[in-house]
């Protein structure tokens, strides 16, 4: 009987820090056969991974507002920043974000030729501790986790088809089509909490406006005054409603509060249904507002990615540069030597040869005068 697997359960180790950031976490699971166990390289761990249904591998799914802290997550877990709408995987080298069904332009039509195929997989992020196995990052029915390459590119036709991704986009749309599916699907989140607090908040106001009969003449004095924010905070608090740095918002969420209360104090089923198209014109308002999000957020992303690539290339040809300065003063060091030491071995010929020629001139001259003499 071996040990536990490390993410069979809820990690302990980091409670401060996912309370401190609002990181919610959560265990899955996935199976695989006995064969693919085998390959792995966790068969090597020693942990206990049967169950009923063959070998399970376990892992965390981390849902937070910002990117993945350190100090969060091991080797299979998966994050999912909800704030920038991005999806990691936690690599052995750290953290990868995932690109989504569209990482290329090669890759942005919906049926996929050879090449296009063979590119997208190159993309795909396998477990790190199942390199042999078939099983990828990935983000489907609004789960993220460790899916087969067949429900991958599945998957990946429905998104593209849902999102009217394809065609002739641009590569800020390539880079960002994995953050488009999370966009997406957190949008479809928020708006199915939003129903649900909406018909609790009037199931309790609906209560409370039978028990009072006396009519109420101002806001400010009523019992049930609806907080605007209130919806707002338990979304917040359910995890599913991470902030999106929407300005309007906040404008928005008080429309939609004074609606309500406007139809609770008339007790009137047209003001009702008159708030309910207000309601639905404000979500659309929202769904806007979080699109333009998504597509300022990939904008700024793709200029600074530029920008760092830049800054990457001036910084090699400012090395390149004081490298060839370097090279080139260590040249001129050496010739500046060369031409010392030739100029020495100058000076002294010319100092030999100032020496020899007068020496020679005397001579000459003394045996001039010895013939002279031997011939007077």
Sequence with gaps: MGLPHP??????????????????????KFAISDAEYQKSVISKEGWDLQD????????????????????????????????????????????????????????SKVNL?????????????????????????????QKAGWFTRAVVHSSRRQDMRRLGLGGEACEKEYRASGRAV????????????????????VADMSITSRAHK????????????????????????????????????????????????????????????????????MQQRVYELQLQHVTESSKFNTELTKAQEKIEKLTKDKEGLEEQL??????????QKRYDKLHGKVQRMHETMHDLFPKMGRDSREGEQGDESEGR
């Design 7 to 28: 993410c069979s359960e809820l990690p302990t180790n980091a409670a401060d820090l996912l309370q401190r950031y609002s990181i919610h976490v959560r265990v899955a």
């Design 52 to 107: 009923k249904s063959g070998v399970v591998i376990p892992y965390h799914v981390y849902w937070g507002p910002l990117y993945p802290p350190a100090g969060v997550g091991r080797v299979g877990d998966v994050f999912v920043d909800s704030k920038s709408h991005s999806l990691w995987a936690r690599l052995r080298r750290g953290w990868k974000e995932w690109r989504g069904p569209t990482p290329t332009e090669e890759t």
């Design 113 to 141: 030729n050879d090449k296009g195929r063979q590119q997208f997989n190159s993309f795909l992020i396998g477990h790190p501790d199942l390199p042999a196995v078939d099983r990828y990052l990935w983000y489907q029915d």
């Design 182 to 201: 999370l966009a997406d699907t957190i949008k479809i989140l928020e708006k199915q909490t939003r129903k649900r607090d909406r018909v609790e908040d």
């Design 214 to 281: 006396k009519p109420r003449t101002s806001v400010d004095t009523a019992e049930n005054t609806i907080d605007p924010g209130e919806s707002a905070s338990k979304l917040k608090k359910s995890g599913r409603n991470d902030e999106l740095n929407v300005g309007p918002m906040e404008d928005v969420m008080k429309a939609f509060g004074k609606a309500m209360e406007q139809a609770v104090t008339n007790h009137s089923d047209d003001a009702l249904r008159a708030a309910e198209v207000k309601i639905q014109t």
């Design 326 to 335: 370097w090279i080139e003063a260590e040249c001129h060091k050496k010739t």
